[in-house]
């Protein structure tokens, strides 16, 4: 399984926040130490290749439009059907690319639909706020309020 690490603390903590990614970059081996950050977020992402083994499909994984940035781990089992069935067109074959193009599209209503086990991050760069799913528990985060 992939590792992924989320954190909203800026500069203050950027080295301890690659030191915790080295911590777990045994989970993914075929990409390890993916890194980005966008203001006082910092996204990371240590790649176990299963279905799409081309770099295109590395972590942190972006939007067309680079709005939008995803890391996850998981499968999401039904996700070529949910591309048929939305009509969401697809430069990868990577689930990754999936579960971000449905929330794009549906918000977090894409969540009814997903058959599998996940967890992820998005980030919008635009509104700097992010949505974390973990399994079937959702949690929106608008800044440093949340709701559940």
Known sequence: ?????????GNKGKENFLNALKLIVHRGPDAPLGFYQHEDY?????????????ERSN???FSKDRRYIIVYNGEIYNFRELAKQHSINMVTESDTEL?????????SRMLNWLNGMFSFVILDTYKSWRIRSMHSYLKICI??????
Request: glycine residues 10%; proline residues 2%; positive net charge.
């Open 1 to 9: 399984m992939c590792g992924i690490l989320f954190s909203g603390t």
């Open 42 to 54: 910092m996204l990371g992402h240590n790649r176990l290749s299963i279905i799409d083994i081309n």
């Open 59 to 61: 972590q942190p994984f």
């Open 99 to 107: 579960l971000l193009e449905m929330y794009i599209k549906f918000g």
């Open 143 to 148: 800044r440093k309020r949340c709701f559940f």
